[in-house]
């Protein structure tokens, strides 16, 4: 069935990235007249538009495949004024990578994202400055600082799914973005909102979520009314986050949670954070995280449920460590859940919630790729690192369109035989998640209390990716049958 035309936007979105935002920015492009190397690759005029149909009716994903056996590891489509350079794999991806900050940057790729969080924080800021939040996100997810953040999610999942009946069907999709939202309250934002005012708090947060769509993408400040409820909701929530802050300085409440990591942190001159900067990285935090760990957890329980073999190991993994440790969770037990951990990142190889990222060239840079090729790439260009395709790359993952978790078990571990950027579903190098660490926590939490009450049986058919979708997520419902019963221990 053709895909809609929303297809068709994310497609030039992703090909073009932000080359209108450029455009407006910049004024103009800048070229780099000195590079001696071939340039990659090109795909542009009637090839472009013969692409046209695939993109229409089987999406992105097949479209990027086509280029990329018919191309290679690097190549660069130009639409317009813009040039876009796609990377796949390891070797092509290094640059992508590890370059500097005067190689390639996320300069204002992301400018979309201000009007969402505000200009304390993120792209609203100078990048040293950007870095040093960055430190604070890093530091407040930390493993000395998630062991205190495994009892509340535990709550938090225990009382969710305690409301379910004996047995029921349930779209798991919709039920892991409520529970994960619940435990950001919990976890990120702290009691005093999830307690009092959690209602009013996800009510805005969801009216600032609503504002990343295409047409604030490419036009971040455009009067329509979406990014006027955004505006309204994140002015509104700023204001709640900032009187909790005002009230734990003024009367010295310290709480175990990350508002409270972002209230104690100090720059590397001293100072310490602003009240309007604390409430701004915080409703970054939770979009940042939020959305990718409801994916993997929705893409992770619709592949266990479809591949018995799978669930049966995750299934007598559960049993042995309740024969070990009886009902007692902690950071130690979820840390030796190595078969669902796989299950997770299998997940999220084959269906990573960002399907792509994006860099700014700055300067001249090289790209050696897997066939042997070395080309040149001009400032001006834009560069994607395909995640969609890495994951799925033959030469590393033994069958990739086959799920099987056992690729990251011991003795295997095809990731880690292939080396570094293997597996960039939670981004690589200078740029990685910080909180990669925290998402499988309490996505295992999720899972291991399901495992171990509930017997579940997918009865939607497989999804697929919704590529109409600005964040594609699993096309659709997701429906589960549920059916309450206590797994025994070996």
């Keep these: 069935m053709a895909l809609t035309v929303s297809v068709m936007l994310f497609s030039l979105a992703l090909v073009l990235i932000t080359a209108v935002v450029a455009k407006i920015t910049s004024g103009r492009i800048i070229t780099d007249p000195v590079c001696a190397l071939p340039a990659p690759p090109e795909v542009k005029g009637i090839a472009l538009l013969r692409l046209l149909p695939t993109l229409f009716t089987e999406g992105p994903e097949a ?3 086509y280029l990329h056996n018919k191309l290679g590891s690097a190549f660069t489509v130009s639409f317009l004024w813009k040039k876009t350079t796609f990377l796949v794999g390891q070797e092509a991806s290094a640059i992508f990578f590890q370059g500097l900050e005067s190689e ?6 992301f400018e979309f994202t201000v009007p969402m969080f505000g200009t304390e924080v993120g792209f609203g800021v100078d990048y040293a400055t950007r870095r040093e939040h960055t430190r604070f996100i ?13 009892d509340p999610m535990l709550q938090e999942v ?12 349930v779209d798991l999709k919709y039920e892991f973005k409520e529970l994960l939202m619940l435990i950001s309250g919990r976890c990120l934002v702290g009691k005093e909102v999830r307690e009092k005012m959690f209602g009013q708090f996800c009510t805005l947060y969801h009216q600032i979520e609503e504002g990343l769509n295409f047409a604030s993408f490419m036009f971040p400040y455009i009067p329509i009314p979406v990014n006027h409820r955004r505006d309204r909701a994140r002015i509104k929530l700023r204001g709640i986050l900032s009187e909790v802050v005002r009230s734990r300085k003024s009367l010295n409440h310290v ?13 590397k001159d001293g100072r310490g954070t602003t009240v309007e900067e604390v409430s701004a990285l915080i409703i970054t935090l939770i979009f940042a995280g939020k959305h990718s760990s409801a994916m993997t957890s929705t893409w992770t329980a619709a592949c266990l449920l479809d591949h018995a073999n799978s669930l049966d190991a995750a299934l007598e993994e559960q049993r042995k460590i309740i024969g070990k440790y009886k009902d007692k969770i902690d950071y130690n037990i979820l840390s030796e859940m190595g078969v669902l951990h796989s299950c997770i990142k299998e997940a999220a190889r084959m269906h990573p919630a960002p399907p792509a990222l994006v860099r700014q060239v700055k300067k001249h840079v090289t790209v050696r790729t897997k066939e042997g090729n070395e080309y040149g790439i001009s400032r001006g260009h834009t560069l994607v690192h395909l995640v969609m395709l890495n994951g799925l790359l033959p030469h590393i993952y033994k069958d990739p369109e086959v799920y099987d978790p056992d690729r990251f078990r011991p003795i295997r571990e095809e990731d880690k035989a292939a080396g570094k950027f293997s597996y960039t579903s939670f981004g690589a190098g200078r740029h990685a998640c910080g909180g990669e660490a925290y998402a499988y926590m309490q996505i295992k939490i999720i899972f291991s209390h399901l495992l171990r009450n509930f017997e579940l049986k997918l009865v939607s058919s497989f999804p697929k990716p919704d590529w109409t979708q600005f964040l594609p997520e699993p096309k659709g419902e997701v429906m589960v049958s549920y059916k309450r019963r206590r797994l025994p221990s070996d």
């Design 63 to 65: 479209t990027m495949h």
């Design 158 to 169: 225990e009382n969710y799914f305690a409301k379910w009946e004996e047995e029921g069907v």
């Design 138 to 150: 890093v530091e407040s997810l930390k493993p000395s600082q998630l062991r205190s953040y495994v």
């Design 104 to 109: 390639v940057t996320q300069g204002n790729l």
């Design 255 to 267: 709480k175990e949670d990350v508002l409270q990591r972002f209230i104690d942190a100090t720059y």
